[in-house]
């Protein structure tokens, strides 16, 4: 930070390409769960709306993996699915 408060940071953010989609995320959580016996919709939902990650399992780095994309973004990813299935 520089020597004045008044200065603003710049973030750098992860170009696209860096970052799987977040339907490859969603897929991928989706099977991790299921595999582990749980219902991947009810516990997908319950970390949407909470944003507590417990709801996602940690196996096959799950939870990881969908804390590197943002809720809404995930939100958007499934309404736009369901929507143009429509």
């Known amino acids: 930070m520089g020597e ?39 516990q997908i939902v319950g970390y949407l709306l909470s944003g507590d990650p417990a709801y996602i399992t940690s196996f096959k780095g799950a939870r990881n993996l969908i804390r590197k994309i943002e809720r809404d973004e995930l939100l ?5 699915s369901y929507l143009e299935k429509q």
């Open 4 to 42: 004045n408060m008044q200065d603003t940071m710049m973030f750098k953010k992860m170009e696209k390409e860096d970052l799987k989609p977040a339907k490859q995320i969603l897929t991928e959580v989706y099977n991790a769960l299921k595999e582990k016996g749980y219902n991947p919709i009810s």
């Open 76 to 80: 958007e990813e499934l309404i736009k």
